[in-house]
Structures are given as C-alpha cells and as structure tokens.
C-alpha cells in the first residue's frame, strides 16, 4: 500500500502482486515505471473514520493549547529525512501570523533540537 503521492524507486518489485496506492496519478506513475495496470488499484487514502466526525475548532484548540490563527503542520521528520530543522527557523519568521506544528515521530533527536 502507498500512501505518499509520489512514488519512490525502491517501492517498485516485479513481486508485488498488487499496489494499492493514493491516487490515479500515483497509479500513473507506476505505470510509467513498468507496473502493469491489473496489478493496482486506487484506494484513496486509509483515514480512521473518526476523521469524517467534524469537531469544535475551538474545543480541539483549547484541548491542544492551539492559538486562533493558521496552523502550518509540518511532517516528514519522524524517519530522520532532512530540512525539518531549517523550515522550522523559516516558519518562525512569522509566529505572530501562524503557529507551526511539527510532527517527529519517533524521531527523538529532531524533537529535541526544535
């Protein structure tokens, strides 16, 4: 199963005997990669079904110690990948306009750092 919406190399094995990906283009892009068309199918992407149940913003901000302005979410630190750090000092440019979240996984050391 992918669940990205770009498609990494090393994701691609002629043992795989079905891909359920994202989306139609992640779809295409397997295609352009020599995966054959039987073996995928677009899924769209695994949510909890807790995610279609709306919420009180106000509630989940008072809960989550979240200001009443844009939120900017940042992912992609938890596996080690690089830049979290720099974006974050970006972002800081203007934190009286948005608050970021960054999320680091089990990523300990970029926990720390930020």
């Known amino acids: 199963m992918i669940t990205e919406f770009h498609v990494h190399g090393a994701w691609v094995h002629s043992e795989v005997d079905v891909y359920l990906v994202s989306s139609a283009d992640v779809s295409s892009q397997l295609i352009k990669m020599g995966i054959p068309n039987n073996r ?32 900017v979410m940042v992912m992609g ?10 974006l974050a000092y970006e972002l800081l440019k203007w934190k009286e306009q948005i608050q970021v979240i960054i999320c680091t996984g089990k990523n300990e050391k970029l ?3 930020l």
């Open 111 to 113: 926990r720390k750092t």
């Open 40 to 71: 995928l199918i677009v899924t769209g992407m695994p949510l909890s079904s807790n995610f279609w149940i709306r919420k009180n913003k106000q509630n989940i901000r008072k809960k989550l110690k979240l200001k009443n302005i844009p939120s």
């Open 77 to 86: 630190g938890g596996l080690g990948l690089g830049g979290i750090q720099q």
